[in-house]
């Protein structure tokens, strides 16, 4: 079992840049897949953004081309950087690990982290 750990919310006005990391402890995560999701206050949890052991990716198309997914497997750890940050992206996000192939379901993971809020003000 892999634990994720996420760190770097805060509060950031519109247009603004934070960098969320996630940190995995348990095993390394080299051979796993990894992906960010959101959830906003009265709203379903949604996908963000997914990164596969071959460093592929893929994107929600509401962040496509303003956040960017990355990993460290030396230093067991997942990024998200995200710029132009908008008010709606405010929610908790949550990073989340998985074996097998890329995938945008939540269900699809087995593993999430307790959160970290991102307050973008406008």
């Known amino acids: 079992q892999v634990q994720p750990v996420e760190s770097g919310g805060g509060l950031v006005q519109a247009g603004g840049s934070l960098r969320l990391s996630c940190a995995a402890s348990?095993?390394?995560?080299?051979?796993?897949?990894l992906g960010w999701f959101r959830q906003a206050p009265g709203k379903e949890r949604e996908f963000v953004a997914a990164?596969?052991?071959?460093?592929?990716?893929t994107y929600a198309a509401t962040v496509k081309g303003r956040f960017t997914i990355s990993r460290d497997n030396a230093k067991n750890m997942m990024y998200l950087q995200m710029n132009s940050l908008k008010p709606e992206d405010t929610a908790v996000y949550s990073c989340?690990?998985?074996?097998?192939?890329?995938?945008?379901?939540?269900?699809?993971?087995?593993?999430w982290g307790q959160g970290t809020q991102v307050t973008v003000s406008s």
């Open positions: 348990g095993r390394t995560f080299g051979n796993y897949g």
């Open positions: 990164i596969d052991w071959s460093d592929g990716t």
């Open positions: 989340a690990v998985r074996l097998g192939l890329l995938t945008t379901t939540p269900a699809s993971y087995a593993d």
